[in-house]
């Protein structure tokens, strides 16, 4: 386990087990910093599942994760709250804003549940998003683009070491299809570390990997090709087995300074 | 941002507060109006039972007759016209004799008739003021605590016709016996609340008027007012000396020393009824026997029944000793009324915690139905970081403001409602009592608390998995 310094998420052989069901079987996935994942995978598959384990909103039934060099391994929910609090920026196919605070305040909300508030700072966030002039604006006053829009602003303001979208575009249009995605490029591009599911190739092709799932195993991971190899990886240490990570270790460097998003 | 969220989920979702501060207003305006009823009833009540009040009222023989008929006119109408009018009624005994004459002077009550009515009325309808003292010498004496006789009128200021009753307010007598005894009205009526002094026989120009006499005259302490038997005609003039509120329909009526109300009803060194305050032993069978038939008594069990302070033995011998009159108990009456308000409070105790039950279990399903609704809202915060009790707090705080704010509005309509309640029941207004509001704070607190218990583990319960997937 030498490498898991260079590895911002390892997930180590999980199940999840519902009883007869088994949402997640055997499923490991190392991801380094700066990384954009894509999983994808047929409904039902366990993305949503492994999204809630990685994102502390849920714990595995067997196997370990390790987030940022930090075990998961039998942490209490509150334990696992302060961790998600610090680390973790999550969007929802479905938004969830809180309907009676204005945009601006939905994201306070995340710093005042992080740390302090600061309305200078989340009116920033805003603006990066393009949406100062909706500030005041109740979400049932936005359109669902600037909804995710806001989504997105909130996922960010704490400078999350993981950003976490479970079909973040399952429910706009093209056009805001194209806008979230930039951002995500944007926040790419400064080294922030993505992991999206979704069931669109299009937006799976903006990442530069795909993960997919199929009966709560990985089928295919495009880093690897195969999925006998990431016992490979396990034993071997993670090391460029790709050509197409050259973008990607250009960015490295960065991110280790950062040592978050934005 | 907690005051930020706090406002936004209170300004923003006004029809779900508003419900829950409808039905804690409710409840508490239910609650605030019988405590307050049952409260302020209560202490008149049980003021005219401690202090021990009037329990024999003396009256003539000939009006006791048709002294119930009477007293339910006088309580039927407003300007109680027990005064000129029973005197000019006095005559209708005879009068049925003379259907005519009854009518007439029952029609022309007020003042000329009785003037004519004969020595025989007035000996049947009236006790002579000079015998009274005769109550100190039964073989009780020492039990009767105070008496007061009365003599009334239906006056009028101006236009406005308004009761006078003459009364002893301390009356210094000197028994033949050689006992010094004072008595009067401000012993008997310990419970009256007065602004000013109690009334004074030996200044008979002041009266004690009554708080709604003085409001329909526009009288104030000090002020001199006259009045007279017909309306504008020549009277006394009198100076107000002091107001009183008794609680009841005393309120309505003016209070003089006996002299002058005399003078001016023609009736020198007469009066209608006595009221007699004794301390008496609580009635038992034997009581009960000799009081529904004397004769029933053997000698031995006479005897006995006369030697003991029974209400109903001492009523007899001032029978006894004043054979122009008859002697009613009213303590039972009291005592029944007593026993009712006991009662009556009970049940308002229990209609008060069945409405604060009901409005703990509407508030319970408001509360849930609002946690419920808001299940994706809560998950999300605990995905943010939220801790259980940090969302329970501003749960929590949201339903307290909402409830105290429906709180005061349900206590305000709740004064409204036993004001309401307390003149068409009881005809009185009913005192404002500031232990009701602690006591409607804690209702709020414990209806709004027990009634978010249940939300508030569904709460803590939640998994924010279970809600951001909309599964
Ligand atoms: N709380 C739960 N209790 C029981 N079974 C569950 C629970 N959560 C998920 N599952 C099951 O686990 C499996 C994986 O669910 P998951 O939501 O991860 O799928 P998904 O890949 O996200 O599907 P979709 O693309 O439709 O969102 C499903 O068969 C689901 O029924
Ligand atoms: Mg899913």
Redesign the pocket.
Known sequence: MSQQSSNILEIVDIS?I??P?K?LQNVSLYVRPGEWLAIM??????????MNIIGCLDSPSLGRVVLDGLSLDSLSAAELTTIRRESIGLIFQQFHLISYLTALENVMVAQYYHSLVDEKEALEALEQVGLADRAKHLPRQLSGGEQQRVCIARALINHPKLLLA??PTGNLDETNEGLVMDILHSLHRQGGTIIV?T?SPEVAAHAERTVV?EH?RVASDSKLGAQEKIFDQASQGVEGLEGTKSAKEADSPIVEKAGGIG | MFFKMLLGALSRQKRKHLMIAFTVGLGVSLATAMLGVMFDVGDKVNQELKSYGANLSVIPKGASILSDLYRFQDEGQTNGESGSAGTSRAGSPIGANDPSGSSASSSSSSSAGSNQAGAADVANNFIPESELYKIKMIFWAYNIVDFAPYLSIDGFVGETSVPLTGTWFNKHLSLPTGDEVDTGMTGLKSWWVLDGPPGDDSEPNEVLVGKEAAQKLNLTKGSQFTISLKPGGEGMTFTVKTIFESGGEDDGKIFASLAPVQELADRKGLVQRVEVSALTTPENELARRAAQNPGSLTRLEWDTWYCTAYISSIAYQIEEILPMVRVKAILRVAQSEGAILEKTQLMIILLTVLTLICSALAISNLVTANVMERSVEIGLMKALGATGLGISVLVLSEILIASFVGGLAGYLVGLALSQLIGLSVFGSHVAIKLVVIPIGVLMVLLVSLLGSLPALRALLRLKP??VL?G?
């Open positions: 999840k519902y009883g069901v949402a995978g047929p409904s039902g598959s366990g993305k949503t599942t492994l479970d079909e599911v069931h799932l709560g | 998995t279970e997937h599964r």
